[in-house]
């Protein structure tokens, strides 16, 4: 790591597979910019990030649980998992109120994202940190005494390199060195994911319906090899090529939802079933088809997300209904 005491230095180099994702990330953009996506996509989309950004960090709470509470509907639940959901919606819900070249308004994104759970939310750790896996620790943080001139300097990285380095590089180059310097007590990695998703909105609109959160969730513990690897390297470039391999994969993931509602032959089963029976049950949509129950959720839930379906009622007692 290149640090001056309490002056960070970024340290970085891209590898002509790294441009080379980056001219496919813009191409599949301007194809994504053609599409006229409505409003709920944008809403689905958001809650999908909350609910990935939550799930990297063991929140136990379901996608349908998220979406619920987005909507104001009670779910049974451990109270500060809930509260967890509540604060993260209500930061993406705003999120054109925040600028990421502002420093105090990532400390207001921290205090409501962390609201209600400590003392010193929007405010930067007096004490040390690391970072445990199982009971090993593998990461130590800097002091806290050079924490609040090391985010100066991070800022002050960023915007005077806005119009240097390439945006989908610049927000990975903040989310390594912010996620490096640990700056508060808890929600380090909360924080970072949303002030990406801020960065990379500013930079494109599309990201509003772009969840990279959900696919940094399904490559969880790459995310964090990535992270460690460059603990060790002294430099942003694993991490780099990791964030690129993820913003072309949501991108590409997305727009195959949106474009064309691929289905598997286990999912047309489930829609004949439903046009015959709208009141089946997912038992008897198990033992019909054939296959486990846990697949049929898992179908069920990849259905609704293509707006295929929807339920309409109680989870007890309530009906299918199947889109137009």
Not at 27 to 37: G, N, R, S, V
Not at 49 to 78: R, T
Not at 124 to 147: C, N
Request: charged letters at 30%; aromatic letters at 10%.
């Amino acid at each position: 790591m290149n640090l001056n005491f309490d002056v960070i230095n970024p340290v970085f180099n891209l590898s002509s597979k790294n441009i080379k994702t980056i001219n496919e990330i813009e191409t599949f953009l301007k194809d994504a910019k053609k599409q006229k996506l409505k409003k709920f996509v944008r809403k689905k989309s958001q809650v999908r990030s909350v609910y990935s950004s939550l799930a990297i960090e063991n929140n136990s709470l379901s996608l349908e649980d998220v979406n619920k509470i987005s909507n104001n509907i009670s779910v049974s639940g451990k109270r500060k998992e809930i509260q967890e959901v509540k604060n993260a919606i209500e930061l993406y819900e705003n999120i054109v109120s925040y600028n990421w070249r502002k420093e105090k308004d990532l400390n207001k994104a921290h205090k409501v994202l962390m609201k209600y759970f400590d003392d010193d939310n929007g405010n930067y750790r007096k004490h040390g940190e690391g970072v445990k896996r199982g009971k090993k620790i593998v990461f130590i943080a800097p002091e806290s005494t050079i924490v609040p001139d090391l985010m100066k300097s991070l800022f002050k990285y960023i915007k005077n390199n806005e119009k240097k380095i390439h945006p989908l590089v610049l927000s990975s180059i903040f989310h390594y060195y912010f996620v490096y310097i640990h700056p508060y007590t808890d929600g380090n990695g909360r924080v970072a994911r949303f002030w990406v998703s801020l960065m990379l909105t500013d930079y494109n609109e599309a990201f509003t319906y772009l969840p990279f959160e959900e696919t940094i969730y399904k490559h969880r513990k790459e995310y964090y090899k990535s992270i460690e690897s460059c603990h060790l390297n002294g430099n942003a470039n694993v991490f780099i090529t990791f964030m690129l391999k993820i913003i072309k994969e949501t991108i590409i993931n997305t727009t195959q939802e949106t474009t064309q509602k691929k289905i598997n032959n286990s999912q047309k089963k489930i829609i004949e079933l439903i046009k015959e029976n709208p009141s089946v049950t997912r038992k008897e949509m198990a033992e019909k088809i054939g296959i486990s129950d846990d697949g049929i959720k898992y179908n069920l839930n990849k259905l609704k997300q293509m707006n295929i379906l929807t339920r309409v009622g109680s989870d007890r007692s309530g009906t299918w209904k199947i889109s137009k």
